[in-house]
């Protein structure tokens, strides 16, 4: 079992900046890929970008490439996404999750554990 807590969600006017933690317990936190997804209301969960296990690959989706950095720090068991110049349509809950297998993970199936998500807010 891995247990994922997001945090650092908020509200922030567009073109701002927050950046997301989400610490995991239990299971050893360096041997899986990480991954972040968001879930805006009334739509489907959607993938956001994955890290691999050391860090040194990362992977994400069109719409926020070159906005967004996915980072892991193995030591502190703890996962981060940097989101810069934010948009509106960024509103979401944000959920950090733990992949099930290494490699090509995009999609929601490929995950084993969720954190229990947290909200960013962008306002225009």
């Known amino acids: 079992q891995v247990q994922l807590v997001e945090s650092g969600g908020g509200l922030v006017q567009a073109g701002g900046s927050l950046r997301l933690s989400c610490a995991a317990s239990g299971r050893t936190f360096s041997g899986h890929t990480m991954g972040w997804f968001r879930q805006a209301p009334g739509q489907e969960r959607e993938f956001v970008g994955f890290i691999s296990m050391s860090g040194g690959s990362t992977y994400y989706a069109d719409s926020v490439k070159g906005r967004f950095t996915i980072s892991r720090d193995n030591v502190k068991n703890t996962g981060y996404l940097q989101m810069n110049n934010l948009k509106p349509e960024d509103t979401a809950v944000y959920y950090c999750?733990?992949?099930?297998?290494?490699?090509?993970?995009?999609?929601?199936?490929?995950?084993?554990?969720w954190g229990q998500g947290t909200q960013v807010t962008v306002s225009s």
């Open positions: 999750a733990v992949a099930r297998a290494l490699g090509f993970v995009t999609t929601r199936d490929m995950y084993a554990y």
